[in-house]
């Protein structure tokens, strides 16, 4: 069986049977398909080639089964696999692909879309929401009209050449041991056309947004094609394209770049010239990897939000009975917003830092404590200003979210306030490439208080995982995150104007781009951008859990207010507090009090099985992929007990819950897809149990989840029944 034979979809099951290896004695894995010999040896050669430290050797049996040993380094001795070997074990790369780490703020995200779904979704997986492994809400949507003749076959073949040229477009993640991006060589351009008569554009919209995203697969970026209606009169709607996206990829500015090279495309019969963009984001990745962290650890040592910062725009609330994604849209007039960057630019500061201004503003009136209040939210910055040649053409996740600190007092000048804000962003873009994770891990931390010495549950299992990110420090208030919220002003990407020429000389127009509601990223981020017509239009994309349309009004028009009312204080003594004395009589907007996630059992019974009969332990982590473990269940034929255990436990919790589990006599099988897998292999390495109790660890990559059941009921049946 050759790569060109692997069924498309189909994912590698890993078993090991934990027994100490002897001193200087490999550990023994083994590979069950769907690899054949060659297959097989690329695996190894590729460890052998990645990790030096290691002595790689391979025995194939048979098409889909082959025995793997690992002899660890002469002077070290095993521990436990790194994450780097199993993530390269569990899921290597396709043919004549490349793996990038995940950092930063695309870490943030792609963990985001991992979160499990909400207790009683009734999905025992861990996994996040959507079926096949996709994240149905963390998707992002732009839309426009078609103006002009379209040719759907050289629309069609247009994204298929800006495919070809950029590695973003054909890229997607793997999460097994550790978040990785994946560069495939090839994918394929995902285009629909629907009929007005068969869908009506909200049905299409909804229908879009369910749909999400598989995460595993290459393309997190799809077109749908809404045809003209039929009749094609002079009031009959255009076709209109909706460009849909996954935010762990793709900000939006490179999806406005990824645009202009698809409009090139398109103006030169659906063929894009040249080959492979450079840089991207391989380059992006080894210019990030070489930068000196010294300077910015010593910043956020001294920047980070205090504990009593403000960061919520409304007073804590119940429950606000919706859910889902919220839009608001509000334009400022071009001659307002000229007024608007007037009063600024004459106290030496931006329009930008005017909205800055006016929502930290907000925040200190929503938590109503007199006197001066440290106030932060998150402003995203671009992240393609940087000293890489050439940063500001590469499309992909640049720009970061990172939180702005100001104090803010009513009886101090608006002046004053202006160029705090606008001070603070300036210090934050030094630092362009810093993150929330990061700005986490550099936080200070205060001494330790004295306490009892840890006993035998904390050992060095307790800590984080290989590759974790420390959490947010003692002390150090909210950064930007769940709790906080984002401003964000987009700058305008305009299409050149001899490509902008070649296409009126062909009919067409290229109108701009716009959002439907999507993935907030938080409770709330407010979006500026200027029009066509050198307006200012404000969005304010909401999470209508959090914050209810009633309240998300309210808070959007006492922006605009406030925006509206800044060129009127000119004085040079004019206060911040006598712009909010104009918000006097309005209610401040509620915003639901946060929900603590629902503690899980530590293990659940998920069938039962015959007394004397081994025991299954499905181990659940984020990132499983949904409704594998149901398909498991569901298909397994034997006496076995299954169960299910969390392993994100408290440590000492789940070595207790197991040991009773398993009983006198009974065998332990720890099995999990994904990071289920891993999580099942480092349990079983802190577990501390008799010889023999645990039979075997069983591990699989990542899949939808028919893949994913069928790779973990074939490294389970290799354990359980006695091969031929």
């Not at 990829?249 to 019969?269: C, P, S, T």
């Not at 079983?684 to 591990?699: C, D, I, K, L």
Request: proline share 11%; charged share 15%.
């Amino acid at each position: 069986m050759s790569s060109q034979d692997v069924p498309q979809g189909a994912v590698l099951a890993v078993v090991h049977e934990p027994v100490a290896p002897a001193p200087g004695g490999p550990l023994v894995l083994e590979l069950r398909g769907p690899l054949g010999p060659a297959d097989a040896e690329t695996v190894a050669a590729r460890l052998a080639q990645r990790h030096r430290a290691f002595g790689v050797a391979l025995d194939s049996h048979r098409p889909g089964h082959h025995t793997l040993r690992l002899t660890p380094p002469a002077a070290g001795g095993f521990a436990a696999l790194p994450a780097d070997l199993l993530a390269d074990l569990l899921a290597p790369p396709p043919p004549g692909g490349e793996i990038l780490p995940v950092t930063g703020h695309q870490q943030t995200l792609l963990r985001a879309a991992l979160t499990p779904a909400p207790a009683g979704a009734g999905d025992n997986s861990g996994s996040s929401d959507g079926s096949d492994g996709s994240d149905g809400g963390g998707v992002e949507q732009l839309y426009w009209d078609w103006s002009g003749p379209l040719d759907v076959a050289r629309f069609a073949a247009a994204w298929q050449s800006v495919v070809d040229r950029e590695c973003v477009l054909r890229a997607c993640f793997d999460w097994v041991a550790a978040p990785r991006l994946v560069l495939h060589a090839r994918a394929e351009a995902d285009i629909a056309v629907c009929s007005p008569a068969a869908v009506t554009w909200p049905q299409l919209l909804r229908r879009d947004r369910a749909r999400g995203f598989a995460l595993h697969r290459p393309g997190l970026l799809r077109l749908t094609l809404l045809a003209a209606e039929p009749g094609g009169g002079a009031g009959a709607a255009p076709p209109r394209v909706l460009l849909t996206y996954h935010p762990a990829l793709l900000d939006e500015r490179g999806v406005h770049l990824l645009l202009r090279e698809f409009y090139r495309a398109y103006a030169g019969g659906g063929v894009l010239p040249g080959g492979e963009r450079r840089p991207d984001l391989r380059d992006h990745a080894r210019w990030l990897a070489s930068q000196d962290t010294t300077a910015a650890r010593q910043f956020w040592a001294r920047a980070v939000p205090p504990p009593r910062a403000a960061t919520r725009p409304g007073r804590p609330g119940g429950a606000t009975g919706q859910s889902g994604p919220g839009l608001l849209h509000t334009r400022l007039r071009a001659p307002e917003t000229f007024r608007l960057r007037s009063w600024a630019a004459l106290r030496g500061a931006a329009e930008s830092s005017a909205l800055h201004l006016v929502w930290a503003l907000l925040l200190y009136r929503a938590a109503g404590v007199p006197g001066p209040l440290p106030v932060s939210f998150g402003v995203q910055l671009s992240g393609r200003d940087i000293a890489l040649p050439g940063a500001a053409g590469i499309p992909g996740l640049l720009d970061s979210p990172l939180p702005m600190t100001v104090t803010v007092d009513p009886a101090a000048p608006l002046a004053g306030l202006l160029h705090q804000v606008r001070d603070t962003l300036l210090d934050l873009a030094a630092y362009p490439w810093a993150s929330t994770e990061t700005v986490r891990a550099w936080a200070p931390r205060p001494p330790a208080a004295p306490g009892p010495a840890p006993g035998p549950a904390a050992g060095p299992a307790a800590g984080p995982g290989p590759g974790a990110v420390a959490g947010p420090a003692a002390g150090v208030g909210p950064l930007c995150g769940a709790g906080s919220t984002l401003v964000r002003f987009d700058g305008p990407l305009v299409l050149p104007k001899v490509l902008r020429s070649e296409l009126a000389a062909q009919g067409v127009h290229a109108d701009t781009p716009r959002s439907a509601a999507g993935a907030t990223g938080g409770p709330l981020t407010l979006a500026a951008r200027h029009d066509t017509a050198g307006g200012l239009v404000l969005g304010l994309f909401h999470d209508r859990a959090q914050l209810a349309d009633e309240d998300a009004a309210a808070l959007h028009s006492q922006c605009v207010r406030l925006l509206r009312a800044l060129p009127e204080f000119r004085q040079a003594q004019a206060s911040a507090g006598q712009l909010l004395d104009l918000l006097a009589r309005a209610a401040i907007p509620r915003m639901a009090r946060p929900v603590p996630p629902a503690p899980h059992p530590a293990l659940t019974v998920l069938r039962p099985g015959h007394p004397h009969a081994d025991v299954i332990c499905l181990v659940t982590a984020p990132g499983v992929p949904a409704g594998s473990y149901d398909l498991f269940v569901r298909g397994h034929r034997g006496p076995e007990e299954i169960v299910a255990v969390h392993g994100d436990g408290a440590p000492g919790v789940l070595p207790a819950a197991l040991h009773q589990a398993s009983g006198p006599g009974r065998r332990l099988v720890l099995c999990g897809c994904g990071p289920g897998g891993r999580a099942a292999y480092e349990l079983a390495q802190r577990t501390p149990h008799a010889p023999g109790t645990v039979a075997a660890v069983v591990m699989t990559g990542i899949g939808d989840a028919a893949a994913s059941a069928s790779a973990l009921a074939r490294g389970v049946r290799s354990v359980l029944t006695p091969p031929p």
